[in-house]
């Protein structure tokens, strides 16, 4: 047992459990995480087996890493636990008497005769550190007073404080691994969404987005009513960086996506014989509008993709649900009979493929092109906001293990514990003084003061 | 005047510091040193007012792209050589740490690098940019200063300068470490929750942000438990800077390069 312990709290487990800590990151920073069977047989060939039994492929996930982490916190609390009690002790009942020769050790001393008995200088000496706001313990023995001055003594545990905060950071890494709920809603604008495991559902009331003046998105506003029962507890924007909070979960702006379903699109036709003509209508897909009465022409739009693009067997279909290549097919009809077809695009408004509805296919002679164009000039969907719903009851922990952490720099860095230790022995109706600095930081200013002190000491202003 | 005139000026003058700086290494005149000192601080701020009309123009925080925060990083790097040499007077260190500070801001002046201001996408519209970024960078600026005066060490002779060197590193990393786990690791984690709904989310920034800390904890705890100074101390210092360094650069022109596979 005692040999576990040792082994637990030895700083050198802690260098390495860090060297390994730094080297398993870095390996995982190095192999793409979190993909596809396919896309690591084909990134590693015959070696993507092995990395994915390795788990080297979900790596900061890993049974071993975790494992390396469970080692780690183990190595922090012995190593804290075993070093805690003997700082406690330091902290709250020191060893005041100091040897003569203990003192003559020092690096940091001097050594002052006063004349006059013991009982004044041991008040000047006191005073003196008291304004340096040192607190001063002391005990005597016969023609002899030992003291013990301290300053900043909380400085000695930075360091576990440090390590503690480390530990509640861990800890709050588990409770969400284990405990966190996420999920995304994908909400139009009047839906109501109840939220599971609570007593309460959402309502996107309204959905929109605001653009810069060149074109790109400045932000997307979900305004957002909290429902308990009937009646709306609560309304709020939503947006990037600024979630909304009720009961314990988050919900964030995380995108957004367009209905392709029922878009309406904005046609312009244009006669080849009549530079002149030129009509624009709005029609709905699966919807036929009436262009000319005049010419009984009509256009109807069959098909919209946001994403055009030519799929298996050649067939068209969108790549994405982004509006990156827009195209509809349309169809052209005179007194009610088909006369052109074809698909038209928003970004190539001069592409002109649009062929004699009667022309069979596979015709070997090409049938002549027909009279009517047809250009999309415009579209219009709905959008729909899309909210990321999360619960993490870790989080509370990481904050609090974050202020630790950060308090535990402070005092280790910054609240240096400095000491000052005196012997006052008496002899033939003088003193003499015996004194010794010790400070494991900021040693600098700390010799400057303690010189500054006995000086003081040495001849009172 | 401009932003660009007062980064202009502020590029000639740290240059100019520089030269008076090396001319110091050779002859050890401190007359020389003092001349830098004060052209370096000119510089410092005539860049401090550049980077505060870029704010008022752009109404953003100056950070939001490589020639931004390039140009911040090479700030704070000043910053930090201002700092420590007042406070440890180490004028020895100063040619090179602006040299650092001039290699930074002509790489942001460098062609590559876009200097318009554009609009904030909604991730980077919270005032976390300030306190993250901010902070990050002034850590990873003492860092900087931390691996001058580690090759310092390295190379010196002298066992007084020796010591001055490995003292100052140390100080320099007592500043950067808090500095850079406030900014990088507590705000980036704090930021990444109100922004993305996970404090943490193994990403490759993030990670190397946790090697470079790992790196660092390695340094206070061999130096502080183990005793460990001098050569050892000074060559994690440089570890741990190239680490930062590959933090700020490398993630994103590497491993993003990698990651875009598929």
């Given at each position: 047992m005692k040999r576990i312990v040792k082994f637990l709290s030895s700083i050198k487990l802690a260098i390495v459990l860090l060297i390994i800590l730094a080297g398993a990151s870095i390996l995982g920073t190095l192999i793409p995480q979190g993909r596809t069977v396919e896309e690591y047989a084909a990134r590693y060939g015959s070696l993507s087996g092995a990395l994915i039994k390795l788990q080297w492929t979900t790596l900061y996930r890993s049974v071993w890493f975790m494992g390396l982490l469970f080692f780690f916190a183990l190595n922090i609390v012995v190593c804290t636990l075993t070093r805690l009690s003997a700082k406690l002790h330091r902290a709250?009942?020191?060893?005041?008497e100091s040897e003569f020769k203990a003192l003559q050790a020092l690096k940091i001393k001097d050594r002052i005769k006063k004349n006059g008995p013991l009982p004044g200088a041991r008040t000047a000496v006191e005073a003196r550190l008291k304004a340096a706001h040192y607190k001063t313990r002391a005990a005597a023995s016969g023609n002899r007073v030992s003291l013990l001055a301290r300053k900043?003594?909380?400085?000695?545990?930075g360091s576990d404080v440090v390590h503690v905060g480390l530990l509640v950071i861990l800890s709050g890494g588990v409770i969400s691994g284990l405990t966190s709920v996420r999920q995304n809603l994908e909400m139009r604008e009047g839906q109501v969404v109840s939220i599971p495991a609570t007593d309460f559902s959402l309502r996107l009331d309204k959905f929109s987005t605001i653009y810069y003046p060149d074109g790109s998105v400045k932000t997307w506003i979900s305004a957002l009513s909290v429902l308990e029962g009937d009646h709306t507890v609560l309304t709020r924007n939503v947006e990037v960086n600024r979630p909304l909070n009720y009961k314990g979960f988050n919900f964030y702006q995380t995108s957004y996506g367009f209905d392709w379903d029922a878009p309406s699109v904005e046609i312009g036709a244009k006669k080849k014989s009549d530079p002149a003509y030129l009509k624009k209508i709005k029609v709905k897909v699966g919807e036929r509008a009436v262009l000319d009465d005049k010419d009984q022409l009509a256009v109807s739009v069959v098909r919209f993709l946001p994403d055009f693009v030519l799929g298996e067997g050649n067939q068209p279909e969108t790549r994405?649900?982004?509006?990156?290549n827009p195209a509809a097919l349309v169809e052209g009809f005179r007194g009610g009979e088909k006369i052109v077809t074809g698909w038209i695009f928003a970004n190539y408004p001069d592409w002109d493929q649009m062929h004699a509805a009667n022309a069979k296919e596979g015709a070997k002679e090409k049938a002549p092109a027909p009279d009517l164009v047809f250009q999309l000039k415009s579209f219009e969907a709905g959008q729909y906001s899309v909210l990321e719903a999360a619960k993490d009851p870790g989080v509370p922990l990481i904050w609090i293990g974050c202020v630790l952490v950060m308090a535990g720099f402070g005092l280790a860095f910054y609240w240096p514990t400095w000491e000052i230790k005196a012997v006052l022995e008496e002899t033939q109706g003088k003193t003499e003084i015996t004194l010794g600095g010790l400070a494991a930081k900021s040693r600098e200013a700390f010799a400057a003061e303690f010189e500054a002190v006995a000086a003081d000491l040495r001849s009172p202003r | 005047m401009t932003e660009s005139t007062l980064f202009g000026l502020a590029f000639i003058l740290y240059i100019v510091a520089t030269l008076f700086y090396l001319a110091f290494q050779f002859s050890k005149k401190e007359a020389r040193a003092k001349v830098g000192f004060a052209l370096a601080s000119l510089g410092f701020l005539s860049h401090t007012a550049a980077l505060i009309l870029r704010t008022f123009e752009s109404?953003?925080?100056?950070?939001?792209n490589m020639y931004e925060s390039l140009s911040f990083l090479a700030w704070a790097s000043a910053l930090a050589f201002l700092v420590i040499d007042r406070k440890f007077?180490?004028?020895?260190?100063g040619a090179y740490v602006l040299l650092i500070v001039v290699g930074l801001v002509a790489l942001a002046s460098s062609?590559?690098?876009?200097k318009e201001a554009t609009p904030l996408v909604p991730a980077l519209q919270s005032y976390w940019l300030w306190l993250h970024v901010s902070v990050t960078l002034l850590g990873e600026a003492f860092f900087a200063v931390a691996f001058i005066t580690s090759i310092m060490y390295l190379t010196a002779k002298e066992p007084e300068k020796k010591d001055k060197m490995d003292s100052v590193s140390y100080r320099c990393v007592a500043v950067g470490f808090p500095l850079f786990t406030l900014g990088g690791l507590v705000f980036g984690m704090v930021w990444a929750y109100k922004?993305?709904?996970?404090?943490?989310?193994?990403d490759p920034k993030e990670v190397w942000s946790l090697i470079t800390w790992l790196v660092f904890a390695l340094y206070l705890h061999t130096r502080?438990?183990?005793?460990?100074?001098?050569k050892r101390s000074a060559i994690i210092a440089l570890v741990g800077f190239l680490a930062a360094l590959f933090t700020y650069f490398g993630v994103n022109y590497l491993l993003a390069g990698l990651h875009s596979y598929a």
């Amino acid at each position: 047992m005692k040999r576990i312990v040792k082994f637990l709290s030895s700083i050198k487990l802690a260098i390495v459990l860090l060297i390994i800590l730094a080297g398993a990151s870095i390996l995982g920073t190095l192999i793409p995480q979190g993909r596809t069977v396919e896309e690591y047989a084909a990134r590693y060939g015959s070696l993507s087996g092995a990395l994915i039994k390795l788990q080297w492929t979900t790596l900061y996930r890993s049974v071993w890493f975790m494992g390396l982490l469970f080692f780690f916190a183990l190595n922090i609390v012995v190593c804290t636990l075993t070093r805690l009690s003997a700082k406690l002790h330091r902290a709250s009942r020191p060893k005041v008497e100091s040897e003569f020769k203990a003192l003559q050790a020092l690096k940091i001393k001097d050594r002052i005769k006063k004349n006059g008995p013991l009982p004044g200088a041991r008040t000047a000496v006191e005073a003196r550190l008291k304004a340096a706001h040192y607190k001063t313990r002391a005990a005597a023995s016969g023609n002899r007073v030992s003291l013990l001055a301290r300053k900043r003594i909380a400085g000695i545990f930075g360091s576990d404080v440090v390590h503690v905060g480390l530990l509640v950071i861990l800890s709050g890494g588990v409770i969400s691994g284990l405990t966190s709920v996420r999920q995304n809603l994908e909400m139009r604008e009047g839906q109501v969404v109840s939220i599971p495991a609570t007593d309460f559902s959402l309502r996107l009331d309204k959905f929109s987005t605001i653009y810069y003046p060149d074109g790109s998105v400045k932000t997307w506003i979900s305004a957002l009513s909290v429902l308990e029962g009937d009646h709306t507890v609560l309304t709020r924007n939503v947006e990037v960086n600024r979630p909304l909070n009720y009961k314990g979960f988050n919900f964030y702006q995380t995108s957004y996506g367009f209905d392709w379903d029922a878009p309406s699109v904005e046609i312009g036709a244009k006669k080849k014989s009549d530079p002149a003509y030129l009509k624009k209508i709005k029609v709905k897909v699966g919807e036929r509008a009436v262009l000319d009465d005049k010419d009984q022409l009509a256009v109807s739009v069959v098909r919209f993709l946001p994403d055009f693009v030519l799929g298996e067997g050649n067939q068209p279909e969108t790549r994405s649900l982004q509006p990156n290549n827009p195209a509809a097919l349309v169809e052209g009809f005179r007194g009610g009979e088909k006369i052109v077809t074809g698909w038209i695009f928003a970004n190539y408004p001069d592409w002109d493929q649009m062929h004699a509805a009667n022309a069979k296919e596979g015709a070997k002679e090409k049938a002549p092109a027909p009279d009517l164009v047809f250009q999309l000039k415009s579209f219009e969907a709905g959008q729909y906001s899309v909210l990321e719903a999360a619960k993490d009851p870790g989080v509370p922990l990481i904050w609090i293990g974050c202020v630790l952490v950060m308090a535990g720099f402070g005092l280790a860095f910054y609240w240096p514990t400095w000491e000052i230790k005196a012997v006052l022995e008496e002899t033939q109706g003088k003193t003499e003084i015996t004194l010794g600095g010790l400070a494991a930081k900021s040693r600098e200013a700390f010799a400057a003061e303690f010189e500054a002190v006995a000086a003081d000491l040495r001849s009172p202003r | 005047m401009t932003e660009s005139t007062l980064f202009g000026l502020a590029f000639i003058l740290y240059i100019v510091a520089t030269l008076f700086y090396l001319a110091f290494q050779f002859s050890k005149k401190e007359a020389r040193a003092k001349v830098g000192f004060a052209l370096a601080s000119l510089g410092f701020l005539s860049h401090t007012a550049a980077l505060i009309l870029r704010t008022f123009e752009s109404h953003h925080a100056p950070f939001t792209n490589m020639y931004e925060s390039l140009s911040f990083l090479a700030w704070a790097s000043a910053l930090a050589f201002l700092v420590i040499d007042r406070k440890f007077k180490i004028p020895r260190i100063g040619a090179y740490v602006l040299l650092i500070v001039v290699g930074l801001v002509a790489l942001a002046s460098s062609p590559l690098m876009p200097k318009e201001a554009t609009p904030l996408v909604p991730a980077l519209q919270s005032y976390w940019l300030w306190l993250h970024v901010s902070v990050t960078l002034l850590g990873e600026a003492f860092f900087a200063v931390a691996f001058i005066t580690s090759i310092m060490y390295l190379t010196a002779k002298e066992p007084e300068k020796k010591d001055k060197m490995d003292s100052v590193s140390y100080r320099c990393v007592a500043v950067g470490f808090p500095l850079f786990t406030l900014g990088g690791l507590v705000f980036g984690m704090v930021w990444a929750y109100k922004a993305w709904g996970t404090y943490w989310s193994w990403d490759p920034k993030e990670v190397w942000s946790l090697i470079t800390w790992l790196v660092f904890a390695l340094y206070l705890h061999t130096r502080i438990v183990m005793g460990w100074k001098g050569k050892r101390s000074a060559i994690i210092a440089l570890v741990g800077f190239l680490a930062a360094l590959f933090t700020y650069f490398g993630v994103n022109y590497l491993l993003a390069g990698l990651h875009s596979y598929a």
